[in-house]
């Protein structure tokens, strides 16, 4: 221990300091910069992250919001017809037909469009008035093909329905009835379709419904045509227009 220390600690402090004095100054400024860029690349990755984990939970409750109002309305179109069934006798049965797909696009670089058949079965349930109330639950398949960007796509669509129309016998009579009818019609998509770039189809979409069947004993006949109210596709600017012919059976 040299003189003028008081402890052996002060002797080390003394020693390390001389150390430091012999370190070069760009040696301790390029360290200090490059610690500065790793902190600084760190912080602009937390900062990345946080941004696209905001969006997500954004696009994830949009998506949930969307889903609710969509069941909303479900659920208020049910309790109507529930609530006419109990004033009204109602007529149930079951039905299953053909579809043909006859899909439109508003963006120009889709090529290639073709109409495809698809299939349709489902239960339905009418209340037995002249001016009466139907709603359905239905599983349809039913296919579209195109090409866009020199990359061709063939998706297959499973869906579950519920249409809600609104109904009048124009011809009434013992065995038979005419009958016209408007309504909606809400589509859950059970399978993802990738669309264009890696985005998919809309998982709920809406329709608007104009149909006119026949009645003959307990056997019904109905043409339909779906066209879709909100697009099917963003990316593809599109809306399905269904032409749907099936044969039921009322119980």
Not at 63 to 92: F, P, W
């Amino acid at each position: 221990m040299g003189p003028g220390f008081e402890s052996q600690r002060d002797h080390k402090k003394a020693q390390s300091k001389d150390w430091a004095f012999f370190v070069p100054a760009r040696f301790e400024q390029k360290g200090w910069d490059e610690n500065k860029g790793k902190s600084g690349i760190h912080c602009h990755s937390i900062k990345s992250n946080r941004i696209t984990f905001n969006l997500k939970r954004h696009q994830k409750m949009k998506t949930m919001k969307k889903q609710a109002r969509y069941g909303s309305m479900i659920l208020a179109l049910c309790l109507g017809l529930h609530l006419n069934a109990n004033a009204q006798d109602v007529e149930y049965g079951v039905k299953a037909g053909v579809l043909y797909n006859m899909p439109s696009y508003g963006n120009k670089a889709v090529s290639n469009s073709d109409a495809k058949f698809g299939m349709q079965a489902g239960v339905f349930a009418r209340t037995s008035d002249r001016l009466y109330l139907q709603g359905e639950l239905t599983f349809s398949m039913f296919k579209s093909t195109y090409t866009l960007q020199q990359k061709h796509y063939d998706p297959t669509f499973y869906e579950l329905n519920v249409p809600i129309q609104l109904g009048y016998k124009i011809v009434e009579i013992d065995q038979m009835s005419l009958r016209a009818s408007l309504g909606s019609q809400i589509n859950y998509n059970l399978k993802k379709n990738d669309a264009a770039n890696n985005k998919n189809f809309n998982t709920l979409t809406y329709d608007g419904i104009l149909n006119i069947g026949t009645d003959i004993n307990r056997f019904t006949v109905d043409l339909r045509y779906n066209q879709s109210v909100n697009k099917t596709s963003k990316e593809l600017d599109s809306r399905n227009r269904i032409v749907g012919l099936s044969i039921g059976y009322k119980f």
